[in-house]
């Protein structure tokens, strides 16, 4: 168990909604991130934020946003949805505001697994 | 750009036998270089990390890998493969990004299969 609590575990949901995805990072860690995993994409980096303020982005898409709230938890959002968005979508958290800061690795989550029909 | 290739897609071994996965990454600066397992249906799990210092690192499970700066690689080892080592396996770099931030990149991943 990571300590990095990912909710819900699945949602399937139709193109064009929107959806919001929960995570709690382990006790202590400051710094989410937010990773979506497709067949023909890999793992790609979406969004750090650190200690409830966004710290870098990657490759996300307008249509989705996050956010971290005061108790450190992260919600990643989610709307006119497409089938493509279909994907595995973790979150990972760590004590710093970067990997180096305490050679610390990122604690993974198991994921929420998106389906759009 | 900063990239990571794991040019095994899938591999089979027999348990009991050696295992190595190969990792190759692109990236200028001095990398902090991991491996993660992930198991079906679930979530990535560490099993080791290289940040300095001794370039042969252990991990967990007993899986080590040794980083080769020369040939820009972090292959991951295991002497004697179990059935339960099934998974797929993601090496990934972490790269510097803008005000010192940094992100992970990750491989393709290589699928491991173990045949009793």
């Known amino acids: 168990d990571s300590g990095v609590t990912q909710t819900p575990k699945h949602l399937i949901t139709a193109t064009g909604q929107r959806v919001t995805l929960r995570c709690s990072p382990r006790s202590g860690d400051l710094s989410v991130y937010w990773y979506q995993q497709s067949l023909d994409q890999g793992l790609q980096f979406l969004i750090q934020?650190?200690?409830?303020?966004?710290?870098a982005k990657g490759n996300i898409l307008e249509r989705f946003s996050a956010q971290q709230f005061p108790d450190l938890h992260s919600e990643l959002n989610l709307s006119s949805l497409e089938l493509g968005d279909s994907a595995l979508y973790f979150c990972a958290s760590s004590p710093g505001r970067s990997i180096s800061s305490y050679n610390s690795p990122l604690h993974f989550g198991n994921g929420t697994r998106l389906t759009v029909t | 750009a900063q990239s990571v290739t794991q040019p095994d897609i899938h591999i089979t071994v027999s348990e009991g036998a050696s295992l190595e996965l190969r990792c190759n990454y692109s990236?200028?600066?001095?990398?902090?270089l991991f491996w993660y397992v992930q198991s079906p249906g679930q979530g990535l799990q560490l099993l080791l990390k290289?940040?300095?210092?001794?370039?042969l690192v252990q991990g967990i499970k007993g899986f080590e890998a040794e980083f080769k700066r020369s040939q820009s690689s972090f292959n991951l080892r295991k002497p004697s493969v179990h059935w339960s080592d099934a998974a797929e396996y993601f090496c990934?770099?972490?790269?510097?990004?803008?005000?010192?931030?940094?992100?992970?990149?990750f491989g393709k991943g290589t699928k491991l299969t173990v045949n009793p």
């Open positions: 290289y940040f300095s210092g001794d370039t």
């Open positions: 934020y650190y200690n409830g303020e966004e710290r």
């Open positions: 990934a770099v972490g790269v510097g990004g803008q005000g010192g931030s940094e992100k992970l990149v």
């Open positions: 990236y200028g600066a001095t990398p902090y």
